[in-house]
């Protein structure tokens, strides 16, 4: 069964921390997402990526950035967390055939 | 661009009856539109997809939608609610094969006894 496996389900982490957040997929899948779930918001997008060390910005790339350096591996970094990121945080790979598969998230608190 | 608004934030209706949840898109090129399903405390699931083709589209659980392009809509339906399917929806919309999705704000569902 393929997978998109994030490394974490519930993180907690203060205000000013470097937060780094792990996507590992094993589909071989060149298209990686990293979207952030808020109530009433839906998913917004806030990073992309097509293939290995390339990185595209989403819609809220703001306090946010990125890092592929293997193909099944697309990393999303706080460099700085602040409580506006509090949020659950969804990766997802996707085929060129519209498959694409989502991880089970990360809920993070920044406190 | 490509948006995707979600008419209703919250939907309820009575078991038995029938479930529609309104999806608008805009896309300035052949949309790809699909609808996930969330359960509480668990991840999306692929409800059902349209890429091209027959333009009613069926899905898992009973689910259906139908692609209206004059209409700019992919509505969701089910003939008939169960207490199962009590959940938020999303609605997404894509360009190209691989390329981002883009969600809308979800609508969640509430089903009564």
């Known amino acids: 069964d393929v997978k998109v496996t994030q490394s974490s389900r519930y993180l907690v982490k203060r205000t000013g921390e470097k937060v780094f957040l792990e996507c590992v997929q094993d589909m071989d899948h060149e298209n990686m997402f990293w979207y952030r779930q808020d109530p009433g918001l839906g998913l917004r997008l806030i990073y992309f990526?097509?293939?290995?060390?390339?990185?595209e910005k989403g819609d809220i790339p703001e306090g946010y950035s990125v890092s592929r350096e293997k193909k099944e591996r697309f990393s999303l970094i706080l460099e700085s967390a602040s409580t506006n990121q509090t949020s659950m945080y969804l990766c997802?790979?996707?085929?060129?055939?519209?498959?694409?598969?989502f991880g089970s998230g990360t809920r993070l608190t920044v406190v | 661009a490509q948006s995707v608004t979600q008419l209703g934030s919250h939907v309820s209706v009575s078991e038995g009856a029938l479930v529609l949840l309104r999806c608008n898109y805009s896309s300035s090129v052949p949309p790809y539109l699909f609808w996930y399903v969330q359960y509480p405390n668990q991840g999306l699931q692929l409800l059902l997809k349209y890429t091209t083709g027959a333009t009613l589209v069926k899905g898992i659980n009973g689910f259906e939608a139908e692609f209206k392009k004059s209409e700019t809509s992919f509505h969701l339906t089910k003939p008939s609610a169960h207490m199962s399917d009590a959940a938020e929806y999303f609605c997404?919309?894509?360009?190209?094969?691989?390329?981002?999705?883009?969600f809308g704000k979800g609508t969640t569902l509430s089903v009564s006894s």
């Open positions: 997802a790979s996707s085929d060129l055939n519209y498959g694409y598969t």
């Open positions: 990526s097509y293939d290995v060390k390339m990185k």
């Open positions: 997404a919309v894509g360009g190209q094969a691989g390329t981002a999705l883009i």
